[in-house]
């Protein structure tokens, strides 16, 4: 018998974890004919009573298993611990809040067994979600998928189903900042969308505000493109061009006398103004790529267990 493993990071949910449990197991039951299951779930260091609902459901339910972070690590360290100890063929990957409703996982185990080996949620309709942040969304897909090698689709999240052999690869990866969404694009494998609606949380509020979304969108970006860098290039080339052309410009507005202002007022204005600022954004792309460089040099693990539970 196959084996279905669920992995769910869980931060601050309190609110929504019996009702979690109570959807995803009974889907997995329901399938119990034909697949055996597990459910990992991950609490990334919550100060509220998350800890302690797990360890209740992990008593009841020896399928039911946790790991327990020291401190909050971040929802992708979360999942690729996780991912770390999942024991089945195929993997999914689901967030606590209910947005992704787990009755779709059935119909994605049809598209697994038919061979697809990457089955990600692609959302048509997401409820609940402020024009803001589907603005912004959007926004982070376009610029990602015009600097990256890689496409990565868009209206997606990390919910999706997996099979084994693609999470061994993903696992064998060694970077420290992992953007997870990217990478299970990046590996390749026979990919296909499942088309679903998002639901509103079911209780409580996001766990990413806008602090954590440029994070993430920054650790996207720079994971999958030097393209910043080489347009970072262009920039100090046109700065060049443009430098040179004012100082034609000022030459012969000097011989010809074309205006009465300051000699070199306006060129020395123009050049240390707009020079300055593509040398202070130049320093800070730099900075972001070697800072990522500097954090994998460290060697420091991207998360630390203080607990688990029938693992």
């Known amino acids: 018998m196959k084996k279905v493993s669920v992995v769910i990071p869980v931060y601050l949910e309190e609110e929504v974890i019996d009702e979690c449990y109570n959807r995803i197991t009974k889907v997995l039951e329901d399938l119990n004919d034909r697949y055996d299951y597990e459910v990992i779930f ?43 100890y999942v024991s089945g ?15 779709v996982i059935p119909d994605m185990l049809k598209e697994w067994e038919n061979g697809y080996e990457v089955i990600y949620g692609k959302r048509k309709v997401r409820e609940g979600e402020s024009k803001f942040k589907l603005l912004t969304a959007k926004a982070f897909y376009s610029t990602i998928n015009k600097l990256s090698d890689v496409e990565i689709p868009k209206d997606t999240g990390d919910f999706r189903l997996v099979d084994r052999k693609v ?6 990866l060694p970077e420290h900042n992992k953007f997870l969404r990217g990478l299970f694009s990046w590996v390749g494998f026979k990919q296909h969308a499942y ?29 999958f493109s ?14 060049v ?25 306006t060129s020395l204005m123009c050049t240390m103004t707009f020079l ?11 900075g972001e790529y070697i800072a990522r460089i500097y954090d994998e040099t460290k060697g420091r693990p991207q998360y630390i267990i203080d607990k688990k539970i029938n693992l």
């Open 42 to 84: 991950v609490n990334d260091g919550s100060t509220d009573r998350s800890l302690e609902m797990l360890e209740k459901l992990a008593k009841k339910n020896e399928k039911i298993k946790v790991l327990s972070f020291s401190r909050n690590f971040g929802h992708q360290a979360a999942v690729t611990a996780g991912l770390k």
């Open 89 to 103: 063929d195929a993997i999914v990957i689901i967030d606590a809040d209910l947005q992704d409703p787990p009755e």
């Open 167 to 172: 999470v061994d690869v993903v696992n064998s």
């Open 195 to 223: 088309e679903y609606e998002r639901n509103v949380r079911f209780a409580g509020k996001s766990k990413y505000p806008l602090g954590k979304m440029l994070k993430l969108a920054s650790d996207g970006i720079i994971s």
């Open 226 to 239: 030097t393209k910043p860098l080489k347009i970072i290039g262009g920039i100090g080339m046109i700065s």
């Open 241 to 265: 061009a443009i430098s040179i052309i004012i100082l034609i410009y000022t030459i012969l507005s000097f011989i010809f006398k074309w205006n009465n202002l300051t000699a070199g007022w």
């Open 276 to 286: 300055g600022g593509v040398i202070l954004i130049s320093f800070w792309m730099m």
